[in-house]
C-alpha cells in the first residue's frame, strides 16, 4: 500500500512563498516520477511540475515557470515543492502524485498511480 502526505499549505500574502512537502511511504521512492498537481474550485485538475525517479529532469507549467522549484530527496521518500513570488491566481488545493515509469515524466494526471489527499494553498491579495 503506497501513501502520500501532503504539508506545508496556509495561507500567505501575495508575493510570499511556501514549501510543500510530500513524504510517500509503502513502495521504494526512488522507482517513481513524482508531480505536483493543483485544483481551484470550478476548474479542473492542473499539471504543476514533476521530476524525474533521479531528480535530473524537471519540468513546469509556464505560469510557474521561475517562480516554483520540484526537488526530491530519496533518502528521505520526500518531494518538494518550493513557491516563490505567490499570486492569487495559485490559489489551491495542491496534489503530490506518483508514477511508476522508469524514464521521464508525465504532465498528464491520468498517467499517475498514486495521489495524496491535498493541501491548501490560500494566497491573498
Known amino acids: 500500500q503506497v501513501q502520500l502526505v501532503e504539508s506545508g499549505g496556509g495561507l500567505v500574502q501575495a508575493g510570499g512563498s511556501l514549501r510543500l512537502s510530500c513524504t510517500v511511504s509503502g513502495r521504494t521512492f526512488s522507482n517513481y516520477a513524482m508531480g505536483w498537481f493543483r485544483q481551484a474550485p470550478g476548474k479542473e485538475r492542473e499539471f504543476v511540475a514533476a521530476?524525474?525517479?533521479?531528480?535530473?529532469?524537471?519540468g513546469y507549467q509556464d505560469s510557474v515557470k521561475g517562480r516554483f522549484t520540484i526537488s526530491r530527496d530519496n533518502a528521505k521518500n520526500t518531494v518538494y515543492l518550493q513557491m516563490n513570488s505567490l499570486k492569487p491566481e495559485d490559489t489551491a488545493l495542491y496534489y503530490c502524485a506518483a508514477d511508476v515509469r522508469q524514464y521521464g515524466y508525465s504532465a498528464t494526471h491520468d498517467d499517475y498511480d498514486y495521489w495524496g489527499p491535498g493541501t491548501q494553498v490560500t494566497v491573498s491579495s
Open positions: 521530476i524525474t525517479w533521479s531528480g535530473r529532469t524537471t
